[in-house]
Protein backbone atom coordinates (compact mmCIF):
# COMPACT_ATOMS: atom_id res chain seq x y z
CA UNK A 1 0.00 0.00 0.00
CA UNK A 2 2.79 2.51 0.92
CA UNK A 3 4.52 1.69 -2.73
CA UNK A 4 1.04 2.67 -4.21
CA UNK A 5 0.67 5.94 -1.85
CA UNK A 6 4.17 7.02 -3.22
CA UNK A 7 3.37 6.10 -7.03
CA UNK A 8 -0.03 8.01 -7.01
CA UNK A 9 1.60 10.65 -5.07
CA UNK A 10 4.31 11.44 -7.71
CA UNK A 11 2.98 12.28 -10.97
CA UNK A 12 0.51 14.86 -9.02
CA UNK A 13 3.50 16.98 -8.00
CA UNK A 14 5.41 15.59 -11.69
CA UNK A 15 2.53 16.79 -13.78
CA UNK A 16 3.46 20.81 -13.70
CA UNK A 17 7.38 20.39 -14.66
CA UNK A 18 5.67 17.95 -18.04
CA UNK A 19 3.17 20.85 -18.65
CA UNK A 20 6.19 23.46 -18.48
CA UNK A 21 8.07 20.90 -20.92
CA UNK A 22 5.22 20.65 -23.04
CA UNK A 23 4.67 24.62 -23.25
CA UNK A 24 8.61 24.84 -24.07
CA UNK A 25 7.50 22.63 -27.11
CA UNK A 26 4.68 24.28 -28.27
CA UNK A 27 6.67 27.47 -28.32
CA UNK A 28 9.65 25.50 -30.53
CA UNK A 29 6.96 24.34 -32.58
CA UNK A 30 5.41 28.19 -33.08
CA UNK A 31 8.79 29.93 -33.62
CA UNK A 32 9.80 27.12 -36.44
CA UNK A 33 6.48 27.76 -37.76
CA UNK A 34 6.52 31.55 -38.01
CA UNK A 35 9.15 32.79 -36.60
CA UNK A 36 8.38 33.60 -32.82
CA UNK A 37 9.97 37.02 -32.18
CA UNK A 38 11.45 37.78 -28.77
CA UNK A 39 8.65 39.70 -27.42
CA UNK A 40 6.73 35.79 -27.78
CA UNK A 41 9.29 33.66 -26.50
CA UNK A 42 10.14 35.86 -23.30
CA UNK A 43 6.01 35.72 -22.66
CA UNK A 44 5.65 32.57 -23.47
CA UNK A 45 8.66 31.35 -21.11
CA UNK A 46 7.28 33.29 -18.29
CA UNK A 47 4.19 32.08 -18.58
CA UNK A 48 5.21 28.28 -18.78
CA UNK A 49 7.17 29.09 -15.74
CA UNK A 50 4.59 30.93 -13.40
CA UNK A 51 2.21 28.00 -14.81
CA UNK A 52 4.59 25.94 -13.31
CA UNK A 53 5.40 27.33 -9.96
CA UNK A 54 1.75 28.34 -8.83
CA UNK A 55 0.27 25.07 -9.67
CA UNK A 56 3.62 22.84 -7.77
CA UNK A 57 2.43 25.05 -4.91
CA UNK A 58 -1.12 24.47 -5.35
CA UNK A 59 -0.75 21.04 -5.26
CA UNK A 60 1.90 20.49 -2.46
CA UNK A 61 -0.97 22.64 -0.27
CA UNK A 62 -4.11 20.80 -1.11
CA UNK A 63 -2.25 17.17 -0.96
CA UNK A 64 -3.56 15.44 -3.63
CA UNK A 65 -2.38 11.89 -4.51
CA UNK A 66 -3.20 12.29 -8.10
CA UNK A 67 -3.44 14.85 -10.31
CA UNK A 68 -6.39 13.48 -12.23
CA UNK A 69 -7.67 13.34 -16.24
CA UNK A 70 -9.69 16.09 -15.65
CA UNK A 71 -6.60 18.57 -14.41
CA UNK A 72 -4.55 17.19 -17.04
CA UNK A 73 -7.15 18.33 -19.92
CA UNK A 74 -7.22 21.97 -17.81
CA UNK A 75 -3.64 21.85 -18.13
CA UNK A 76 -3.28 21.12 -21.78
CA UNK A 77 -5.62 24.43 -22.48
CA UNK A 78 -3.30 26.10 -20.41
CA UNK A 79 0.09 25.16 -22.65
CA UNK A 80 -2.63 26.63 -25.25
CA UNK A 81 -3.10 29.85 -23.49
CA UNK A 82 0.67 29.92 -23.08
CA UNK A 83 0.48 29.88 -27.13
CA UNK A 84 -2.09 32.42 -27.28
CA UNK A 85 -0.29 34.61 -25.01
CA UNK A 86 2.75 34.35 -26.63
CA UNK A 87 1.31 34.86 -30.53
CA UNK A 88 -0.79 38.36 -28.74
CA UNK A 89 2.79 39.29 -26.80
CA UNK A 90 4.55 39.01 -30.58
CA UNK A 91 1.74 40.78 -32.50
CA UNK A 92 2.72 44.25 -30.76
CA UNK A 93 6.50 43.86 -32.76
CA UNK A 94 5.61 41.68 -35.67
CA UNK A 95 2.09 40.23 -37.41
CA UNK A 96 2.15 36.26 -36.76
CA UNK A 97 -1.13 34.82 -38.14
CA UNK A 98 -4.43 35.50 -37.46
CA UNK A 99 -5.43 32.15 -38.37
CA UNK A 100 -3.27 30.39 -35.90
CA UNK A 101 -4.10 32.41 -32.74
CA UNK A 102 -7.82 32.01 -33.78
CA UNK A 103 -7.54 27.81 -33.96
CA UNK A 104 -5.42 28.18 -30.73
CA UNK A 105 -7.80 29.79 -28.82
CA UNK A 106 -10.63 27.96 -30.88
CA UNK A 107 -9.33 25.02 -29.28
CA UNK A 108 -9.11 26.27 -25.37
CA UNK A 109 -12.43 27.32 -25.59
CA UNK A 110 -13.73 23.67 -26.45
CA UNK A 111 -11.99 22.14 -23.82
CA UNK A 112 -13.28 24.09 -21.39
CA UNK A 113 -16.57 21.96 -21.05
CA UNK A 114 -14.54 18.84 -20.99
CA UNK A 115 -12.51 18.99 -18.30
CA UNK A 116 -15.56 19.55 -16.41
CA UNK A 117 -17.31 16.45 -17.63
CA UNK A 118 -14.42 14.27 -16.94
CA UNK A 119 -13.82 15.40 -13.40
CA UNK A 120 -17.91 14.43 -12.87
CA UNK A 121 -17.50 11.56 -14.55
CA UNK A 122 -14.65 10.05 -13.30
CA UNK A 123 -15.73 11.82 -9.85
CA UNK A 124 -12.81 13.36 -9.22
CA UNK A 125 -14.00 16.77 -8.86
CA UNK A 126 -11.77 18.92 -6.40
CA UNK A 127 -11.68 22.35 -4.72
CA UNK A 128 -8.07 22.88 -6.73
CA UNK A 129 -9.19 21.69 -10.03
CA UNK A 130 -11.97 23.81 -10.28
CA UNK A 131 -9.77 27.05 -8.98
CA UNK A 132 -7.43 25.78 -11.86
CA UNK A 133 -9.95 25.45 -14.53
CA UNK A 134 -11.47 29.32 -13.07
CA UNK A 135 -7.54 30.50 -13.21
CA UNK A 136 -6.87 29.67 -16.98
CA UNK A 137 -10.50 30.53 -18.39
CA UNK A 138 -9.66 34.11 -16.49
CA UNK A 139 -6.32 34.71 -17.84
CA UNK A 140 -7.18 33.58 -21.87
CA UNK A 141 -10.22 36.51 -21.48
CA UNK A 142 -7.50 38.92 -20.10
CA UNK A 143 -5.12 38.37 -23.05
CA UNK A 144 -8.21 38.12 -25.91
CA UNK A 145 -8.86 41.30 -24.47
CA UNK A 146 -5.37 42.75 -24.73
CA UNK A 147 -5.61 41.57 -28.37
CA UNK A 148 -8.73 42.99 -29.56
CA UNK A 149 -8.43 46.66 -27.53
CA UNK A 150 -5.73 47.02 -30.34
CA UNK A 151 -8.05 47.60 -32.60
CA UNK A 152 -11.54 48.78 -30.37
CA UNK A 153 -9.46 50.83 -27.48
CA UNK A 154 -8.46 50.27 -24.26
CA UNK A 155 -12.47 49.66 -23.02
CA UNK A 156 -12.09 46.29 -24.07
CA UNK A 157 -9.60 45.69 -21.23
CA UNK A 158 -12.80 45.87 -18.56
CA UNK A 159 -13.37 42.39 -20.01
CA UNK A 160 -10.59 41.03 -18.78
CA UNK A 161 -9.45 43.17 -15.61
CA UNK A 162 -13.59 42.32 -14.19
CA UNK A 163 -12.49 39.65 -12.50
CA UNK A 164 -9.25 40.67 -11.21
CA UNK A 165 -10.83 43.84 -10.16
CA UNK A 166 -13.43 41.49 -8.13
CA UNK A 167 -10.48 39.61 -6.85
CA UNK A 168 -8.98 42.51 -5.44
CA UNK A 169 -11.73 44.25 -3.92
CA UNK A 170 -12.12 40.90 -2.12
CA UNK A 171 -9.41 41.75 0.04
CA UNK A 172 -10.65 44.62 1.21
CA UNK A 173 -14.78 43.66 1.11
CA UNK A 174 -13.90 40.36 3.06
CA UNK A 175 -17.99 39.40 2.48
CA UNK A 176 -17.20 39.01 -0.84
CA UNK A 177 -15.19 35.79 -0.48
CA UNK A 178 -18.45 33.85 0.68
CA UNK A 179 -19.53 31.45 -1.73
CA UNK A 180 -22.00 31.89 -4.59
CA UNK A 181 -24.69 29.82 -5.58
CA UNK A 182 -24.47 27.72 -8.93
CA UNK A 183 -25.54 29.71 -11.82
CA UNK A 184 -26.21 28.73 -15.27
CA UNK A 185 -26.46 32.41 -16.24
CA UNK A 186 -23.23 33.38 -14.79
CA UNK A 187 -21.28 30.18 -16.76
CA UNK A 188 -23.07 31.43 -19.96
CA UNK A 189 -21.97 34.39 -20.11
CA UNK A 190 -18.64 33.58 -19.05
CA UNK A 191 -18.07 31.40 -21.66
CA UNK A 192 -19.76 33.97 -24.62
CA UNK A 193 -17.28 36.28 -23.39
CA UNK A 194 -14.34 34.31 -24.55
CA UNK A 195 -16.80 33.51 -28.16
CA UNK A 196 -17.33 37.41 -28.61
CA UNK A 197 -13.62 38.55 -28.15
CA UNK A 198 -12.33 35.37 -30.56
CA UNK A 199 -15.30 36.70 -32.93
CA UNK A 200 -13.82 40.37 -32.71
CA UNK A 201 -10.41 39.14 -32.62
CA UNK A 202 -10.66 36.94 -36.03
CA UNK A 203 -11.01 39.92 -38.18
CA UNK A 204 -13.67 38.23 -39.94
CA UNK A 205 -16.45 41.34 -38.99
CA UNK A 206 -16.12 44.57 -40.32
CA UNK A 207 -14.95 46.75 -37.14
CA UNK A 208 -18.48 48.25 -35.93
CA UNK A 209 -19.84 44.64 -36.04
CA UNK A 210 -17.18 43.62 -33.40
CA UNK A 211 -17.93 47.10 -31.33
CA UNK A 212 -21.32 46.11 -30.90
CA UNK A 213 -20.60 41.83 -30.19
CA UNK A 214 -17.88 43.06 -27.99
CA UNK A 215 -19.79 46.09 -26.35
CA UNK A 216 -22.87 43.37 -25.63
CA UNK A 217 -20.61 41.00 -24.31
CA UNK A 218 -19.38 43.62 -21.35
CA UNK A 219 -22.88 44.41 -20.98
CA UNK A 220 -23.79 40.81 -19.82
CA UNK A 221 -20.62 40.88 -18.11
CA UNK A 222 -21.22 43.96 -15.85
CA UNK A 223 -24.67 42.73 -15.47
CA UNK A 224 -23.66 39.23 -13.97
CA UNK A 225 -20.97 40.67 -11.60
CA UNK A 226 -23.53 43.63 -10.94
CA UNK A 227 -26.07 40.71 -9.72
CA UNK A 228 -23.52 38.50 -8.07
CA UNK A 229 -21.90 41.42 -5.59
CA UNK A 230 -25.61 42.44 -4.94
CA UNK A 231 -26.72 38.62 -3.30
CA UNK A 232 -23.26 38.98 -1.85
CA UNK A 233 -23.80 41.97 -0.23
CA UNK A 234 -27.74 40.94 0.92
CA UNK A 235 -26.53 37.78 2.27
CA UNK A 236 -23.84 39.89 4.09
CA UNK A 237 -26.47 41.82 5.67
CA UNK A 238 -28.69 38.76 6.57
CA UNK A 239 -25.47 37.19 8.09
CA UNK A 240 -24.50 40.44 10.50
CA UNK A 241 -28.40 40.95 11.36
CA UNK A 242 -28.77 37.30 12.73
CA UNK A 243 -25.06 37.62 14.55
CA UNK A 244 -26.44 40.81 16.34
CA UNK A 245 -29.52 39.15 17.22
CA UNK A 246 -27.99 36.49 18.54
CA UNK A 247 -25.85 38.69 20.48
CA UNK A 248 -28.83 40.41 21.65
CA UNK A 249 -30.67 36.80 23.09
CA UNK A 250 -27.48 36.45 24.82
CA UNK A 251 -27.24 39.00 26.29
CA UNK A 252 -31.12 39.57 27.53
CA UNK A 253 -30.44 35.50 28.62
CA UNK A 254 -27.83 36.92 30.48
CA UNK A 255 -29.49 39.78 31.76
CA UNK A 256 -32.62 38.06 32.96
CA UNK A 257 -30.27 35.23 35.32
CA UNK A 258 -28.36 38.71 36.72
CA UNK A 259 -31.53 39.93 37.79
CA UNK A 260 -32.92 36.61 39.55
CA UNK A 261 -29.77 36.58 41.96
CA UNK A 262 -30.89 39.79 44.31
CA UNK A 263 -34.27 38.36 44.19
CA UNK A 264 -33.41 34.86 45.81
CA UNK A 265 -30.77 36.18 47.87
CA UNK A 266 -32.61 37.97 50.86
CA UNK A 267 -33.67 34.20 51.19
CA UNK A 268 -30.50 33.15 51.96
CA UNK A 269 -30.21 36.28 53.98
CA UNK A 270 -33.30 36.13 56.62
CA UNK A 271 -32.35 31.77 57.02
CA UNK A 272 -32.30 31.50 60.79
CA UNK A 273 -28.87 30.16 61.61
CA UNK A 274 -28.67 26.45 62.78
CA UNK A 275 -27.17 26.32 66.03
CA UNK A 276 -24.41 24.79 65.12
CA UNK A 277 -23.40 27.99 63.18
CA UNK A 278 -22.72 30.83 64.71
CA UNK A 279 -24.80 33.66 64.09
CA UNK A 280 -21.91 36.14 63.09
CA UNK A 281 -21.25 33.75 60.27
CA UNK A 282 -24.65 33.87 58.68
CA UNK A 283 -24.45 37.72 58.55
CA UNK A 284 -20.99 37.77 57.22
CA UNK A 285 -21.81 35.36 54.26
CA UNK A 286 -19.55 35.44 51.00
CA UNK A 287 -21.04 36.25 47.86
CA UNK A 288 -20.29 33.24 45.83
CA UNK A 289 -22.03 31.31 48.57
CA UNK A 290 -25.32 33.55 48.21
CA UNK A 291 -25.01 33.58 44.64
CA UNK A 292 -25.00 29.61 44.68
CA UNK A 293 -27.50 29.40 47.23
CA UNK A 294 -29.16 31.27 44.64
CA UNK A 295 -28.96 29.22 41.59
CA UNK A 296 -29.79 26.30 43.63
CA UNK A 297 -33.12 28.00 45.18
Given at each position: M??????????????????????????????????????????????????????????????????????????????????????VADS???????????????VALILDGVDGKVARS??????????????????????????????????????????YVFVAAARVLPWLNAPLPPSTARKTVAALQGVCLLLAGSGLLPLVANFVVVLGALGLLVWSFGRDVLWLWRTSRVRVTSVAEAVQTLVAERAGDAQEVPAAAPTVRTVV???????????????????????AA
Open positions: ALNNHYDARPAQQEPAVGAGVQILLLALLGTAIGLGPAGWVTGLLFAVATWAVLSRALHRSGLRSFGAANRVTLGRATLVGGVTALFVSAPPVSLLVGLTATGTSTALGARFDMEVDAFLILVLSVHVSTSLGPWVLLIGGMRPSPEIPAQRSQETPVEEILQAAR
